[in-house]
């Protein structure tokens, strides 16, 4: 083993409240290699689930945790490695009833259908039939009455789907999958959408079925959760797996090493603050209330890059979003540059002063079919012309500008995005974000899905940016979009938790976005 790499395999035993943990795996899976393209999102993968456990897997973002459920629910065959369920092969892909008896994952996002009922939800494909092959719907209640009450969930089989909140959703979720036969469950950031009563409950119920003999595959970006609930922990970085370990036995200081790779006992390199403390401030936000985020103020200076960090689920993207007006707060002030902008308006936001690269290029980064030069002067057409006209011959020429700005590689602006590689679209989402001298730059994920050379090529104009005197708002989870700032701020289930600045350990960052106490 290499780069850090540690397993732990500890020998079958009992847990601590008694679960039985002999007999084979309730799923194995060894040497998963799977590859997408030139990308390897499975390097060697491994893990192994013994009955009664929950176990938890957990890793950064890219680690290789979505693509191994894909192959442990069957939705994709690995390029090699094998997968085994309860010492037996897995199914054939195309068996999928024999993969619904042998696992099932509840996702972040519900595939519960809202325009039926829960009984409808429960059984659907699967009705019964009278005569004339009408559907039995009396029985299917009863069956579906009978099915919740065997698991424990007080809802109304009658009840239309849509009414159902997050945490009923899950139950019934996880009741339907127990129908099929499987008794081994993924849990697909389960917390993400609950509040602290909720989530105990769903802690409650886990344990619950794990007494009945349930086996639960448990994936969070709240290690705090990890400790609470689950009795192993496999770590996956880099696509490999890195760690297997009994929770009780792994500090909180080691399990986030593990994430983050030896390296991370290394101080990041310091760049020098263009903060310009007596200019007005390119941000300032009071007191923002949102449906995921709670009392959240902070500024940004002239000339400063404050990173804005946070798990998928600690409501930092949606405060970024408000800033530019593709959110509106329910309470609180956002001031650019000095200007109070219309809440929920890009316009007004842009006008202040903001300058923004959203989260999803592909939906809303660009329009594929335009030109360069079109997609890069959207925000702009007030230099494009005057009186409702625009000059063709202006649009390209400032689009000329833009492309040797940002390195662009094109054999000219009319060429339509579309075209371009990965790394080339997010340079043009990024020249129009430049293209009005912003007072302040809001950037959300600013390298995803971008290869190593563009990643490195823009954030080095994010740096030359702020040097101009322009504050830079980083929203992100990726570290390499974090090592620039100034200062980072921490956002933890709806609230700023804490503040870091510059010359963080990678360990302490993470420790924080992942609600980690290291010291516990």
């Known amino acids: 083993m290499s780069d850090g790499e540690r397993a ?60 191994l459920v894909s192959v442990l629910t069957g939705l994709q065959a690995p390029d090699e490695g094998t997968v085994t369920f309860g010492g037996a092969a897995a199914p054939r892909l195309a068996d999928r009833d024999a993969w619904r008896s042998q696992v099932a994952c509840v996702y972040q996002k519900s595939t519960i259908i809202p325009t039926l009922t ?100 448990f994936i969070s970006h709240h290690l705090q959760e990890i400790y609470e609930i689950c009795d192993m922990v496999t770590v996956f970085r ?56 709670q009392d959240v103020s902070f500024k940004v200076g ?94 390209d020429r400032l689009a000329e500008g833009m492309i040797e700005n940002l390195a662009i590689k094109t054999p000219g602006p009319e060429l339509p995005v579309s075209a371009l590689s990965g790394g080339n679209q997010q340079k043009v989402v990024m020249a129009r974000a430049l293209a009005d001298d912003p007072k302040l730059l809001v950037l959300i994920n600013p390298t995803a899905g971008v290869d190593v050379r563009s990643k490195e090529f823009l954030l080095g104009k994010v740096e030359e940016t702020a040097d101009t005197g322009t504050g830079v708002l980083i929203a992100s989870d990726e570290l390499d979009d974090l090592r620039m700032c100034d200062r980072i701020l921490v956002m933890f289930q709806g609230r700023v938790t804490s503040e870091i600045n510059r010359g963080w350990h990678d360990h302490d960052l993470v420790a924080a976005m992942e609600g980690v106490d290291l010291d516990a």
């Open 302 to 395: 002239a000339g400063e890059i404050v990173g804005l960090a946070g798990a998928a689920s600690s409501g930092r993207t949606e405060v970024a979003e408000t800033v530019v007006g593709l959110r509106a707060a329910t309470a609180g002030q956002v001031r650019i540059a000095g200007t109070l902008p219309r809440s929920g308006s890009v316009p007004a936001a842009l006008k202040a002063g903001a300058g923004f690269v959203p989260q999803d290029r592909h939906h809303q980064g660009y329009v594929p079919d335009m030109s360069i030069a079109d997609n890069a002067t959207l925000s702009v057409p007030h230099r494009l012309g005057s009186n409702g006209f625009l000059s063709n011959r202006t649009r």
């Open 118 to 217: 829960v009984a409808e939800n429960l059984f659907l494909n699967r009705h019964q039939h009278g005569r004339g092959r009408l559907i039995t719907w009396q029985g299917m209640r009863r069956r579906a009455q009978e099915l919740l009450t065997t698991w424990s969930v007080d809802v109304d089989p009658q009840t239309m789907a849509g009414e159902l909140d997050v945490e009923q959703r899950q139950f019934v979720e996880i009741a339907r999958a127990l129908s099929f036969g499987a008794r081994f469950i993924i849990l697909d950031e389960p917390t993400a959408q609950l509040d602290a009563a909720a989530i105990s409950r769903l802690f409650d119920r886990i344990r619950d079925l794990q007494q009945q003999g349930v086996t639960f595959l």
């Open 238 to 293: 880099d696509a490999r797996h890195i760690l297997t370990a009994p929770v009780a036995e792994l500090p909180h200081v080691d399990l986030v090493s593990a994430m983050t790779g030896e390296a991370a006992a290394d101080s990041t390199e310091v760049r020098a603050s263009s903060l310009d403390s007596a200019a007005t401030a390119a941000l300032d936000i009071s007191g923002l209330h949102g449906e995921t985020y």
């Open 8 to 67: 732990v395999t500890p020998a079958p035993a009992p847990a601590d409240d008694g679960r039985a943990q002999s007999g084979p795996p309730v799923v194995e899976a060894t040497g998963i290699v799977k590859r997408f393209g030139q990308t390897v999102a499975l390097n060697g993968a491994r893990i192994t689930i013994r009955p009664g456990e929950t176990h938890a897997l957990v890793g950064r973002n890219g680690a290789g945790k979505s693509t």
